[in-house]
């Protein structure tokens, strides 16, 4: 069978995506992992420098996406399948080019953990995120902000003149083009992924990049070492022996491959059956990620998957050692590789015996006689000339902002074509601002719309016409860079110029300067006149955009902050019965009810059980609040998702 490439449809149990949060995202939605400079004695060289390069401080301009729910329906999504006699790869453009299924044909065995649902959960470094399959993590540490965004997608001729199956988009967080080329050839047991970053720009920029690839929780898994970075949600990094225990707790092993040796990575079942990959030196990581046998655990796994779907854990090929780290990528260079994912197999006895040792030198000897390294490195040096090709047949499209920036800076990208007829209604103001020097004014009193954060947007908004459209998103662009106090100059000579109407943005961002300057009194009343700014019927038609609830939900935490309940129950009673259903906001309602002196009451809806979509990874506050409702009883399994020691009940 010649390889081939194909549009599908696939049917799974799925949760709406939702609408993205309208408000920009001024703060980071989470502390990054970071390890403090006492920590970071001792460590290699670049390793040390690398995890204080370039740390994420706002995943600007990417939105927020938290308009997501827990409610699933069948639903289709569109599927590639890249398939030969030996494999089939079916690939989810829509949903990040996420390879959602690998399954080995001879044995009929599926390579990944192929997630049986679509569960978004707030795992990405801009929420939305689902697990399963293999991921392509491009940006900052963490998952990358297109987990839930379409990608480009083409068919290309490969080098041994088959199909290939080339997916690429702009990646905004570092502001970079990448493409993956998933190619199989005929007959081959082994899906080769040729990946790569380019760096456009006159300037370094800091990349990232770690392939994510769930399997079975129960698999042994072997990589080229015998010790690891120990990195967990306590945020210690400790270098440990492998194979170590698993513990109650999630915890990151990035394997210490050593120089020069062969960088793979297998998951191997009870039988020894399972998978492998492997790639050129520069994807020089490995890591496995579990959840632990606590309870906290099991309920993660249970949410990103559903009840009895059986447990993932996650291994891992990365541009750095672990993935605290970014890496310097010069001016007008590229960095690309290539990887190797295929069955692998070793007898049972060696595959889980207790000799580490002997299970890892048996596993590298038998993926030596399946895929050499220099089968791999050639396979690599085959594909480099094809990267420039020019895709035929379009099977998918992604965003128009890669065709912004190409208008913009006038870059020659072959290979990556991004082109005019995807602009969109999002880049039509920056199209603008681009060619007559002007941002547009919006008509209306709605959300103003995504801010474009880089340094050369931020030059054309600072010589562009002071209305107050502009002046806000200057504003954005100067909070981003670190320059605060220019940016909170920009939103009040906004707010001078700006029609009632249209104040609410401004105020909303000058509210969210004063929490973060400690000025939480001032933040409170920024909030209030915020959010009584949407009258009754902008707030009627923007509830279904989303600006009400999410203005809302800021609004009250910030007046419950400074102790001012009988105003947060005000903007409450302002919302829809539908937007106070939510999980997010029955949380916030418990609060309410603590501050107006009620606890039955709040006690009462936690007996509810209700389930908060967007609750983030590693968040600990629903257990935290039922000890403080319900202080001595034991927190119910659909509120634990303890992830620490000292989040148990006595811990430290």
Same mark, same amino acid.
């Given at each position: 069978?010649?390889?081939?490439?194909?549009?599908?449809?696939?049917?799974?149990?799925?949760? @709406?995506?939702?609408?993205?949060?309208?408000?920009?995202?001024?703060?980071?939605?989470?502390?990054?992992?970071?390890?403090?400079?006492?920590?970071?004695?001792?460590?290699?060289?670049?390793?040390?420098?690398?995890?204080?390069? #370039?740390?994420?401080?706002?995943?600007?301009?990417?939105?927020?996406?938290?308009?997501?729910?827990?409610?699933?329906?069948?639903?289709?999504?569109?599927?590639?399948?890249?398939?030969?006699?030996?494999?089939?790869?079916?690939?989810?453009?829509?949903?990040?080019?996420?390879?959602?299924?690998?399954?080995?044909?001879?044995?009929?065995?599926?390579?990944?953990?192929?997630?049986?649902?679509?569960?978004?959960?707030?795992?990405?470094?801009?929420?939305?995120?689902?697990?399963?399959?293999?991921?392509?993590?491009?940006?900052?540490?963490?998952?990358?902000?297109?987990?839930?965004?379409?990608?480009?997608?083409?068919?290309?001729?490969?080098?041994?003149?088959?199909?290939?199956?080339?997916?690429? /988009?702009?990646?905004?967080?570092?502001?970079?083009?990448?493409?993956?080329?998933?190619?199989?050839? /005929?007959?081959?047991?082994?899906?080769?992924?040729?990946?790569?970053?380019?760096?456009?720009?006159?300037?370094?920029?800091?990349?990232?990049?770690? &392939?994510?690839?769930?399997?079975?929780?129960?698999?042994?898994?072997?990589?080229?070492?015998?010790?690891?970075?120990?990195?967990?949600?306590?945020?210690?990094?400790?270098?440990?022996?492998?194979? @170590?225990?698993?513990?109650?707790?999630?915890?990151?092993?990035?394997?210490?491959?050593?120089?020069?040796?062969?960088?793979?990575?297998?998951? %191997?079942?009870?039988?020894?059956?399972?998978?492998?990959?492997?790639?050129?030196?520069?994807?020089?990581?490995?890591?496995?990620?579990?959840?632990?046998?606590?309870?906290?655990?099991?309920?993660?796994? #249970?949410? %990103?998957?559903?009840?009895?779907?059986?447990?993932?854990?996650?291994?891992?090929?990365?541009?750095?050692?672990?993935?605290?780290?970014?890496?310097?990528?010069?001016?007008?260079?590229?960095?690309?590789?290539?990887? &190797?994912?295929?069955?692998?197999?070793?007898?049972?006895?060696?595959?889980?015996?207790?000799?580490?040792?002997?299970?890892?030198?048996?596993?590298?000897?038998?993926?030596?006689?399946? %895929?050499?390294?220099?089968?791999?490195?050639?396979?690599? #040096?085959?594909?480099?000339?094809?990267?420039?090709?020019?895709?035929?047949?379009?099977?998918?499209?992604?965003?128009?902002?890669?065709?912004?920036?190409?208008?913009?800076?006038?870059?020659?990208?072959?290979?990556?074509?991004?082109?005019?007829?995807?602009?969109?209604?999002?880049? /039509?103001?920056?199209? @603008?601002?681009?060619?007559?020097?002007?941002?547009?004014?919006?008509?209306? &009193?709605?959300?103003?719309?995504?801010?474009?954060?880089?340094?050369?947007?931020?030059?054309?908004?600072?010589?562009?016409?002071?209305?107050?459209?502009? #002046?806000?998103?200057?504003?954005?662009?100067?909070?981003?860079?670190?320059?605060?106090?220019?940016?909170?100059?920009?939103?009040?000579?906004?707010?001078?110029?700006?029609?009632?109407?249209?104040?609410?943005?401004?105020l909303r961002c000058l509210a969210v300067a004063d929490l973060e300057a400690g000025h939480g009194e001032r933040a409170a009343d920024r909030y209030a006149q915020a959010f009584a700014g949407l009258g009754e019927s902008e707030?009627?038609?923007?509830?279904?955009?989303?600006?009400?609830?999410?203005?809302?939900?800021?609004?009250?935490?910030?007046?419950?902050?400074?102790?001012?309940? /009988?105003?947060?129950?005000?903007?409450?009673?302002?919302?829809?019965?539908?937007?106070?259903?939510?999980?997010?906001?029955?949380?916030?309602?418990?609060?309410?009810?603590?501050?107006?002196?009620?606890?039955?009451?709040?006690?009462?809806?936690?007996?509810?059980?209700? @389930?908060?979509?967007?609750?983030?990874?590693?968040?600990?506050?629903?257990?935290?609040?039922?000890?403080?409702?319900?202080?001595?009883?034991?927190?119910?399994?659909?509120?634990?998702?303890?992830?620490?020691?000292?989040?148990?009940?006595?811990?430290?």
């Amino acid at each position: 069978m010649a390889t081939t490439v194909r549009r599908d449809v696939t049917t799974l149990p799925a949760a @709406e995506l939702g609408p993205d949060n309208p408000l920009p995202p001024l703060r980071l939605p989470r502390e990054p992992h970071r390890v403090d400079d006492r920590a970071r004695q001792g460590l290699p060289r670049d390793m040390a420098r690398q995890l204080g390069y #370039e740390p994420l401080r706002s995943v600007l301009p990417a939105p927020l996406r938290d308009g997501y729910g827990r409610r699933r329906a069948p639903a289709s999504f569109d599927v590639l399948v890249l398939e030969n006699e030996r494999l089939r790869a079916t690939v989810l453009p829509g949903l990040g080019g996420r390879v959602h299924s690998l399954v080995h044909k001879p044995t009929g065995r599926e390579l990944l953990y192929r997630n049986p649902v679509f569960q978004p959960a707030c795992f990405a470094l801009n929420g939305a995120w689902y697990a399963g399959g293999i991921e392509w993590n491009i940006g900052a540490t963490g998952h990358t902000t297109l987990s839930c965004a379409p990608l480009h997608a083409a068919v290309v001729t490969a080098p041994d003149g088959g199909p290939m199956l080339r997916l690429w /988009e702009w990646e905004r967080l570092r502001d970079v083009p990448f493409q993956v080329d998933l190619w199989l050839p /005929e007959d081959s047991d082994f899906l080769h992924v040729g990946v790569r970053i380019r760096n456009p720009h006159e300037k370094p920029v800091p990349v990232y990049w770690w &392939s994510n690839t769930a399997v079975p929780e129960e698999r042994r898994v072997l990589a080229p070492a015998d010790r690891a970075w120990r990195y967990d949600y306590t945020r210690a990094l400790a270098r440990v022996p492998v194979p @170590e225990p698993h513990g109650p707790y999630a915890a990151d092993h990035f394997y210490d491959v050593p120089d020069g040796a062969r960088r793979w990575i297998a998951a %191997l079942d009870a039988d020894g059956h399972g998978l492998v990959q492997t790639s050129t030196a520069a994807l020089r990581g490995r890591k496995l990620f579990r959840w632990g046998a606590g309870g906290g655990g099991r309920r993660w796994q #249970e949410w %990103l998957t559903g009840p009895d779907t059986g447990g993932y854990a996650e291994i891992q090929a990365g541009l750095a050692r672990t993935q605290l780290e970014h890496v310097r990528l010069d001016a007008e260079s590229e960095v690309a590789w290539l990887e &190797s994912y295929g069955p692998l197999s070793l007898p049972a006895d060696v595959a889980h015996g207790d000799d580490w040792a002997a299970a890892r030198a048996a596993a590298e000897e038998r993926l030596a006689d399946v %895929l050499p390294p220099s089968a791999v490195d050639a396979a690599f #040096e085959r594909w480099r000339p094809y990267a420039d090709d020019e895709p035929g047949q379009t099977l998918a499209v992604g965003s128009g902002w890669g065709a912004l920036e190409v208008l913009r800076g006038e870059f020659k990208l072959p290979g990556t074509p991004f082109a005019e007829a995807t602009l969109g209604p999002e880049q /039509e103001p920056w199209l @603008e601002l681009l060619r007559s020097g002007a941002v547009p004014e919006p008509s209306g &009193s709605g959300a103003p719309g995504p801010t474009l954060v880089a340094r050369h947007w931020r030059d054309m908004l600072e010589t562009a016409p002071a209305r107050p459209h502009a #002046e806000y998103h200057l504003g954005v662009a100067q909070w981003h860079a670190g320059d605060r106090a220019q940016a909170v100059r920009s939103w009040e000579r906004g707010l001078e110029r700006a029609a009632a109407a249209v104040r609410w943005p401004l105020l909303r961002c000058l509210a969210v300067a004063d929490l973060e300057a400690g000025h939480g009194e001032r933040a409170a009343d920024r909030y209030a006149q915020a959010f009584a700014g949407l009258g009754e019927s902008e707030a009627r038609s923007e509830a279904r955009s989303g600006v009400l609830g999410a203005l809302g939900r800021e609004a009250i935490e910030a007046l419950l902050a400074v102790g001012r309940a /009988e105003a947060a129950r005000g903007v409450w009673d302002r919302l829809s019965p539908a937007v106070r259903g939510r999980g997010r906001f029955r949380l916030l309602e418990v609060r309410l009810l603590l501050a107006e002196g009620d606890p039955a009451g709040a006690r009462a809806v936690l007996d509810e059980e209700f @389930e908060v979509a967007d609750l983030r990874e590693g968040d600990e506050g629903l257990g935290e609040l039922w000890a403080t409702v319900a202080p001595g009883v034991p927190v119910p399994p659909c509120y634990d998702f303890r992830m620490t020691p000292a989040a148990e009940p006595g811990g430290a």
